[in-house]
């Protein structure tokens, strides 16, 4: 998990970053309503974001989206034994 600090990206680096994220969860879960986490689909990137600054949240879920998408995998799949 390589640690990242949002407030220290540039425009252009975290604007890359979004569009990562957002293309991931689009590929899968565009017709997802929600923007919480279910076991059907993976929370919405805004909200991964927004929950980045919370303390803690990052070293539970992932520095980055596609870390956590990686990570909500393993969780599903261990649920669901």
């Known amino acids: 998990?390589?640690?990242?600090?949002?407030?220290?990206?540039?425009?252009?680096?975290f604007s890359k970053l979004w569009n990562e994220s957002l293309s991931l969860y689009e590929e899968k879960w565009s017709d997802s309503d929600s923007v919480f986490e279910t076991d059907s689909h993976p929370m919405h990137p805004s909200l991964f974001y927004q929950l980045s600054n919370v303390s803690g949240f990052?070293?539970?879920n992932g520095y980055t989206y596609p870390e956590y998408i990686d990570q909500?995998?393993?969780r599903r799949s261990i649920d669901s034994e």
Do not use: C
């Open 1 to 13: 998990m390589s640690k990242i600090n949002l407030h220290e990206l540039t425009q252009e680096e």
């Open 72 to 74: 909500w995998y393993v």
């Open 58 to 60: 990052n070293k539970t």
